[in-house]
């Protein structure tokens, strides 16, 4: 597409019914714009507009006009359109600001689901920037983002928890996977999506749903734009595992998920076939909790990543700001499990059982936590390459906004592991960015935080030393044995979103931790 072009493109006929059908919205209560997270200065790239209602539905438009713009490091930026051509959306005319910068009128025709791809949008300076969305005197902006001429990976967005009426779970709130897609994609922006419904165990699946699940799958799939996983939801009680998503690089024709009393993860992933790995989720929920003493572990290939924050709540540590309603009394916290030494990273998801990632209210009373999400760096948007991202922990964990953080510790990339440099300290670095003020960005080693910013701003960048890496209490490697310690940045905004960086880890070994 030429770079001189404005395109604002509505959802074809088939989607924006599936919309009005299961996700009419009522009065307009908020704009929401999204964009992708890392572009190139100059390059054109595709914004997603939608109109919400106060339950995250997009309305049925009645002709309004939202006026975007682009704010640049708190100053605001042109958008850069010559000749703009508005198919099939009119009218929509652009117009120059009393500033003189450039803005963007677009019209939602009456009738219509208000949700729309606009196209061929730039950023023409390097640095952080978003989109401002003004309609009705109200001012909204959008999920912040980079422009840079470095090469650096792709980072998407998606919601790897939703369920549906396939399930049969909540089946009073939950809408078919149609709408769940639809939403995702074309109401909310996402990169990529899993449906995890419980598909056996009957009464709330059979092998024939499991079946339909792998073809809409298929269907709903478009690498390079949005990208589906082949997933599903199995139940352990706790101490075994507990609720956990199994997710497969192929399609398989037959699942795993007997419900014996016996059973933990660890026996399950014997039994299932092919590339697939598990991740525990609302690990702190009494009954189903998910202590994972180490005959239930299945490794760290099987069990890369846990889900810390869903509608559920956050299962980070014990007396977090936003906890479940009702939780276990043991060691069954994210931390907890990384003080096993078990090698996790972290992945956000909503457990959405209204099928939409964003709705709340609509929720169950225990299900209204802020919306998880997790993003993965990867080097292109297909199903394989998030599969590969979320295994080898190259992804991280956000609720309630799209956080941008991009976080380095002694050196090494989020998610992995090496040996304590030869210096004996670790430097962390950090860029974040929001769409709401930072409040706060911590760095956690081995459960304890050990250094805080308050940016109150919202974009910013933090580097800091551990000289004091072994007067740490050291962890035991669940598979080496060795002494470690590992580092992750939080990150909490105003609107009480955060985000949670993978964890690095640290050896020990040959390393006097006598004074820890």
């Not at 023409?124 to 840079?148: C, D, H, K, M």
């Not at 995890?196 to 799939?221: F, I, Q």
């Not at 014990?318 to 060691?331: Q, S, V």
Request: glycine letters at 8%; proline letters at 7%; one cysteine or more.
């Amino acid at each position: 597409m030429n770079s001189d072009t404005i395109t604002v493109i509505h959802p074809e006929p088939l989607t924006e019914k599936c919309l009005r059908l299961e996700a009419r919205g009522g009065a307009f209560a908020r704009a929401m714009m999204t964009i992708p997270t890392v572009v190139k200065p100059g390059e054109p790239f595709a914004a997603t507009v939608s109109l919400l209602d106060e339950n995250a539905m997009p309305i049925v438009a009645q002709d309004e006009v939202l006026v975007l713009g682009i704010e640049h490091a708190g100053e605001q930026a042109h958008l850069q359109s010559k000749g703009a051509s508005c198919s099939p959306l009119s009218p929509r005319a652009r117009q120059v600001a009393p500033d003189g910068s450039s803005v963007l009128k677009v019209t939602f025709p009456a009738g219509r689901s208000a949700v729309c791809r606009v196209e061929g949008l730039s950023q023409p300076a390097a640095g952080y920037f978003r989109l401002q969305g003004e309609i009705g005197g109200q001012t909204f902006v959008s999920n912040p983002a980079l422009a840079t001429d470095e090469e650096r990976p792709l980072l998407l967005w998606g919601d790897p928890h939703i369920h549906t009426t396939v399930g049969d779970c909540h089946a009073e709130r939950c809408r078919t996977r149609n709408v769940a897609y639809a939403a995702a994609r074309h109401a909310y922006g996402l990169d990529f999506v899993a449906i995890a419904d419980h598909v056996s165990w009957a009464p709330r699946g059979t092998a024939g749903k499991w079946y339909d699940n792998l073809a809409a799958c298929e269907l709903y799939d478009e690498p390079g734009v949005f990208s589906t996983l082949y997933c599903y939801e199995t139940s352990m009680k706790g101490g075994r595992g507990g609720d956990c998503n199994i997710y497969l690089r192929q399609p398989n024709r037959t699942y795993v998920d007997p419900w014996p009393d016996d059973l933990n993860i660890a026996g399950l992933c014997e039994q299932v076939e092919g590339d697939f790995f598990a991740v525990p989720h609302h690990t702190t929920r009494t009954g189903k909790h998910g202590e994972i003493p180490p005959e239930a572990y299945p490794d760290e290939k099987l069990m890369p990543v846990a889900e810390i924050h869903s509608k559920w709540g956050t299962s980070e540590y014990r007396g977090n700001p936003t906890p479940l309603a009702e939780i276990h009394p043991g060691p069954s916290y994210v931390q907890d499990l990384l003080a096993q030494g078990y090698r996790f990273g972290f992945i956000g998801g909503t457990d959405s059982h209204t099928s939409l990632t964003f709705c709340l209210p609509l929720e169950s009373e225990i299900h209204r936590s802020q919306p998880g999400m997790t993003a993965v760096m990867v080097a292109a948007n297909n199903r394989n390459a998030i599969y590969d991202a979320i295994q080898a922990r190259s992804c991280y964990a956000a609720c309630g906004e799209r956080i941008l953080l991009d976080v380095t510790c002694g050196g090494l990339a989020m998610g992995q592991a090496g040996p304590l440099p030869d210096a004996g300290d670790i430097t962390i670095r950090a860029e974040y960015a929001a769409e709401s003020e930072i409040e706060s960005v911590e760095v956690i080693r081995n459960g304890e935080v050990v250094h805080r910013e308050s940016p109150n701003a919202w974009k910013g960048a933090l580097e800091w030393t551990d000289r004091a890496v072994t007067e740490a209490t050291p962890i035991s490697d669940f598979t080496s044995g060795a002494p470690c310690v590992y580092y992750y940045v939080r990150i909490t905004a105003q609107s009480n979103a955060r985000a949670w960086s993978s964890p690095c880890w640290f050896s020990l070994v040959n390393v006097d931790v006598s004074t820890g």
